[in-house]
């Protein structure tokens, strides 16, 4: 069996890539599209870490630290976005959500 | 050999949950499925001696970030499902031709970068490993990263207040 | 192969058996205790003075039909206690109950795993247990259980900051987070923490009060507010395990205030050589009998002091701990720097 390479840790960092981008691309729910985008953001911090891993030097995962604290506050305001929005909407349907004013 | 059933199986799972985020009918179920697949992103952190990360993760992502997700998906509490409008101009399979193109490209990147090397990349023993992870992360962060790290915490405040504003119900 | 399955697997058998009876004769405890401070005597039918009062209360638990609400949401309605439980059980794989004991010639340690990052492992695996508090009040269907539970894991995600911040500080006295490491700082230091960091400690144990949902932050599960909180629904098997997941917390909190702060297997005052006679007694039983001290203040204060409101409750946590908590960090980390180093 070969041995684990960073090449299977980026084949996998892709593919779990592509689920992301399809679940934004096909979803219509507005939260399962934030979500989808955290999977993508998951996808990046693998391949950083493995990289990280190869060049045995820890800035691969200072960088993934850094991609998570941003990640947690691009939580936080698109999740007040969407309370905003629903409060005055009532939906988080994407396809519903079309008009700057209404 | 350990670690490749390790990594098969974990990756089987990401990638597997990571399918049933998108995929599930109700969208607690699809949070849920999110959780476990950070959970399982950790473990393969660990795999990768990356201790410190998989604990953070853990942490902030799976404990905080959806857990946020959680009490939104409570709050948008809707009476009819989010997609019983399904809008006959979607463009589903131009949507996942897309996908397939973007996934294509990032594994022939991936092949093409490493192929040649496959003798001598992989997880290089580490015999400099005289330091814990913590210590070196730390390090790292506190010396040469000090800016970005103090500007990452100035973004997680301002990041705060925002929310807050956000979810107040008038100004 | 013995070293890493087969010791392992005995410590995980033992202490899953010692955890899950503790936090019955727990519950039989709190009943006598509240009981002796109200003069009155609790439990004493089942078995000598109600010894056997918490096997009766497993085998009703057990037997009990199994309720399940209405368009309730089957698989989330039963996954909820479990997710509260495995969190409460999986902390103590960290926490050491002594150095190392010799049995068969072999040396066991008295830990399950002793990582290097074991409290910030501690403090992640805390921060799931939130997941089962929302779940459980929501997939009831039930409009009281999703107040309270909304109610309980905001109060749970606010503490968790406070006692949080309060370990961190305690990390840079220690100067590690393996918490075998933090003991035998304490042991090569002479004293325990607790008299270098009173303020982190009350902090911390004020914050695992309400960690807990334990009075007088009791608020989201007590009966005379919300109906009996965000289990109001469960009975039967489901109810047990939120109630023994209640108890192992409470017990985990004791365990981790004991070892950071008490000095976990340390006899009292370590440096002290002419108490070096307390040494016959093993580093074990002076653990167990700290945590059981822990373990009967909380009881205490169940039975002394009164309810706090929820605004209340969040005023504290956010306008008092927090802030004390952050001064703590910032205290500590410039007396680390200017006078330790």
Same mark, same amino acid.
């Given at each position: 069996m070969t041995p684990i390479t960073p090449t299977h840790y980026m084949a996998l960092a892709a593919a779990l890539f592509t689920i992301g981008v399809i679940g934004v691309l096909w979803r219509r729910n507005l939260i399962v599209i934030f979500m989808s985008l955290e999977l993508m953001l998951n996808a990046v911090n693998i391949n950083l870490v493995a990289f990280s891993r190869q060049h045995d030097h820890v800035t691969g995962q200072v960088f993934a630290l850094f991609v998570i604290a941003v990640a947690a506050a691009e939580a936080a305001i698109g999740l007040g976005i969407i309370l905003a929005f629903y409060r005055n909407k009532e939906t988080v349907n994407v396809d519903e959500i079309r008009l700057m004013r209404w | 050999m350990g670690e490749a059933i390790a990594f098969y199986s974990l990756a089987a799972l990401i990638l597997g949950l990571g399918l049933a985020v998108i995929t599930a009918r109700s969208t607690v179920y699809s949070v849920l499925f999110l959780v476990a697949n950070f959970l399982c992103v950790a473990m393969l952190y660990v795999l990768l001696r990356a201790e410190f990360l998989a604990v953070i993760q853990v942490l902030v992502? #799976? $404990?905080g970030i959806v857990v946020l997700y959680l009490f939104v998906v409570m709050l948008v509490n809707l009476k009819r499902g989010p997609e019983d409008h399904a809008d006959p101009r979607r463009r589903d399979r131009l949507g996942l031709a897309m996908a397939g193109l973007v996934f294509g490209q990032l594994l022939a990147v991936a092949i093409y970068a490493f192929w040649p090397s496959q003798a001598t990349g $992989? #997880?290089? #023993?580490?015999? #400099?490993? $005289?330091?814990g992870n913590v210590e070196q992360v730390g390090h790292a962060l506190y010396v040469e990263y000090l800016v970005p790290f103090e500007v990452a915490s100035v973004l997680l405040l301002v990041a705060m207040i925002g929310a807050i504003l956000l979810a107040k119900r008038e100004l | 192969m013995i070293d890493y399955v087969v010791i392992p697997l005995v410590q995980i058998a033992i202490l899953l058996v010692g955890v899950l009876t503790a936090v019955a004769y727990l519950v039989l405890l709190e009943r006598k205790v509240q009981a002796w401070v109200q003069v009155r005597l609790g439990p004493? /039918? @089942?078995?000598?003075?109600?010894?056997l009062q918490p096997v009766a209360d497993i085998v009703k638990l057990l037997v009990k039909e199994d309720i399940t609400p209405a368009r309730a949401d089957k698989w989330i309605y039963t996954l909820a206690p479990i997710i509260v439980l495995v969190p409460a059980l999986i902390v103590f794989a960290v926490i050491p109950f002594g150095q190392s004991v010799t049995l068969f010639g072999v040396s066991i340690p008295l830990y399950i795993a002793d990582l290097n990052i074991g409290l910030l492992y501690i403090v992640a695996v805390a921060s799931l247990g939130v997941y089962g508090t929302i779940l459980g009040g929501w997939s009831s269907n039930s409009k009281y259980p999703l107040l309270a539970s909304l109610r309980a894991s905001a109060q749970l995600i606010s503490y968790e900051v406070a006692v949080t911040m309060t370990l961190v500080s305690m990390i840079l006295v220690a100067g590690s987070l393996s918490m075998v490491e933090i003991v035998e700082a304490q042991q090569a230091q002479g004293w325990w923490f607790v008299f270098l960091q009173p303020v982190a400690f009350f902090i911390y144990f004020v914050g695992g009060l309400a960690e807990t949902n /334990?009075?007088?932050?009791?608020l989201p599960e007590a009966e005379q507010e919300? @109906?009996?909180?965000?289990?109001?629904e469960y009975s039967g098997i489901r109810f047990a395990l939120f109630f023994l997941a209640e108890y192992a917390n409470m017990i985990v909190i004791s365990a981790i205030a004991t070892t950071i702060f008490w000095g976990g297997w340390l006899r009292p005052f370590p440096s002290v050589e002419f108490l070096a006679f307390l040494d016959w007694v093993p580093g074990w039983a002076w653990f167990i009998a700290k945590t059981m001290v822990f373990l009967y203040v909380f009881l205490w204060v169940r039975a002394t002091l009164p309810r706090y409101r929820y605004d209340q409750l969040m005023r504290i946590g956010w306008k008092v701990l927090i802030p004390l908590a952050i001064a703590n960090v910032i205290v500590t980390a410039a007396w680390k720097v200017l006078v330790a180093g």
């Open positions: - | 992502y #799976a $404990g $992989g #997880a290089s #023993a580490t015999a #400099a490993r $005289g330091i | 004493m /039918r @089942v078995g000598p003075h109600g010894l /334990r009075a007088p932050f009791d919300l @109906v009996g909180g965000f289990h109001t």
